[in-house]
């Protein structure tokens, strides 16, 4: 009713504030992990796992869903800088709940208005070496979103679950696309992203 539509990924607004990168892969791919990594190194998170898309008259645009964070312990062994925000008792999944409140003590949360995309991002196989971004084709990544976003009923794809293909398809073809691979070390994941968004800004211009 409102031209939005709910999607499972994750986004970040770029440092330079001009634009946001979004970020898809599956429940327990590393979304969160990569998406807090990304925020304390200048990145301000929009969500780790729930996005809105809105289509709007001049393009698509993005906010996050404000809700608390579950964040596995193997995600604060590999960000010891999140060790301070956790206690000692796990669930059985291995996670605990932390607040966006609570991790902009140490990161960086965005809030406001829907803002325009950059680019759009499979979390692909991790690396061996360093974290580095490869092309990935827009028919690959529409059909990555539509299987993890689009649901099928007994009697098909829903209409509303066209209108929201729609906009999938329209955000795929109006961004450049790509699949990251993060590395063993964090370290230079958000230059990489960085210098990967700035040279596709450069080439669309």
């Known amino acids: 009713a409102t031209g939005q539509q709910l999607l499972h990924g994750a986004g970040l607004m770029l440092p330079s504030g001009e634009g946001a990168m979004l970020l898809f892969a599956p429940s327990g791919a590393g979304k969160t992990t990569t998406s807090m990594a990304l925020a304390l190194d200048g990145f301000r998170m929009l969500t780790d796992d729930a996005l809105v898309l809105r289509r709007e008259r001049a393009a698509t645009t993005v906010w996050g869903f404000p809700r608390a964070m579950k964040v596995h312990w193997r995600t604060v062994e590999l960000l010891p800088a999140l060790k301070g925000l956790f206690g000692e008792v796990w669930n059985a999944e291995g996670e605990q709940v932390l607040t966006r409140r609570a991790f902009s003590e140490i990161g960086s949360i965005?809030?406001?208005?829907?803002?325009?995309?950059?680019?759009?991002?499979?979390?692909?196989?991790?690396?061996?070496?360093?974290?580095?971004?490869?092309?990935?084709?827009?028919?690959?990544?529409?059909?990555?979103?539509?299987?993890?976003?689009?649901?099928?009923?007994?009697?098909?794809?829903?209409?509303?679950?066209?209108?929201?293909?729609?906009?999938?398809?329209?955000?795929?073809?109006?961004?450049?696309?790509?699949?990251?691979?993060?590395?063993?070390?964090?370290?230079?994941?958000?230059s990489v992203v960085i210098e990967y968004c700035e040279r596709k800004c450069r080439q669309r211009a």
């Open 110 to 190: 965005a809030s406001g208005p829907s803002s325009p995309i950059a680019t759009v991002l499979l979390l692909g196989a991790r690396s061996n070496g360093g974290p580095f971004i490869d092309e990935a084709s827009k028919a690959d990544v529409l059909l990555a979103l539509a299987r993890d976003n689009i649901a099928i009923s007994r009697l098909g794809v829903l209409q509303r679950q066209v209108r929201k293909m729609e906009t999938v398809a329209e955000l795929v073809n109006g961004v450049p696309v790509g699949r990251l691979h993060v590395g063993k070390s964090l370290d230079t994941l958000g």
